[in-house]
């Protein structure tokens, strides 16, 4: 093996639109990501393009095949088997902490294929 190249990390992706949405709304995302015990990258991004667009580029980028995308209006869930503009869940990012603990979660309860939480009001 080259110990110059690295096998790529299976993690969740986690993608913002920069400045879109105040630091703790990420956190409590990541939060319920980090409760089911699953890793995750997040990263902010300056492509002006919406949360369901840019969860499906997370997924795309993950190798477990599950991405969050947030912007302004939408915190958004994505599969990568699932079809382009097409997501898992979709929250509004004032939706408040426990819904989106509860999206983070189940970004890892996808990979760990057990029971959704809820995130009816």
Known sequence: MNPGLEAPK???????????????????????IEEEGLPYKYEDKTEKISAKDLAYKAAEDS????????????IVLHFIKLRDGQPLFTISPNAGEEKLRAIGSNAARLIKRMPFKSLDA
Do not use: A, Q, R
């Not at 299976?10 to 319920?32: A, F, Q, R």
């Not at 095949?65 to 209006?73: A, K």
């Open 10 to 32: 299976p993690e969740i992706m986690v993608y913002s639109i920069k400045g879109s949405v105040p630091k703790d709304v990420v956190t409590e995302v990541i939060l319920g």
């Open 63 to 74: 190798h477990l095949g599950v991405g969050i995308g947030i912007d302004s209006h939408n």
